[in-house]
Nanobody, 122 residues
Framework: QVQLVESGGGLVQAGGSLRLSCAVS????????MGWVRQAPGKERDFVAV????????YYEKSVKGRFTISRDNAKNTVYLQMNSLKPEDTAVYYC???????????????WGQGTQVTVSS
């Protein structure tokens, strides 16, 4: 069973940066596409970004494209989300998730971490 543990969340001012990490264990990391999903207070979970198993393909939700970068290190079983130019509307709990395919919908991800809070102050 795949286990995912996120870290790196916190409080940052608008315009600042954060780097989230997700350590994965219990599965063949390099066989999964990996993604990030976020959930703002009172809202449903929204897709943020996905990266293919090799790291050769990425896809971003429109509002984060150009500001966020997803990457992975298959030797370390870790996926990252570099978030720059953060906005108050980026405030949410960010979840790391694994997908045996290469989905861009929340429903495509089958294994989830516990989430890490990102708060962007104005």
């Amino acid at each position: 069973q795949v286990q995912l543990v996120e870290s790196g969340g916190g409080l940052v001012q608008a315009g600042g940066s954060l780097r989230l990490s997700c350590a994965v264990s219990g599965g063949t990391f390099s066989s999964y596409a990996m993604g990030w999903v976020r959930q703002a207070p009172g809202k449903e979970r929204d897709f943020v970004a996905v990266i293919s198993w090799s790291g050769g393909s990425t896809y971003y939700e429109k509002s984060v494209k150009g500001r966020f970068t997803i990457s992975r290190d298959n030797a370390k079983n870790t996926v990252y989300l570099q978030m720059n130019s953060l906005k108050p509307e980026d405030t949410a709990v960010y979840y790391c998730a694994a997908d045996p395919g290469y989905g861009t919908e929340v429903e495509d991800f089958g294994s989830w971490g516990q989430g890490t809070q990102v708060t962007v102050s104005s």
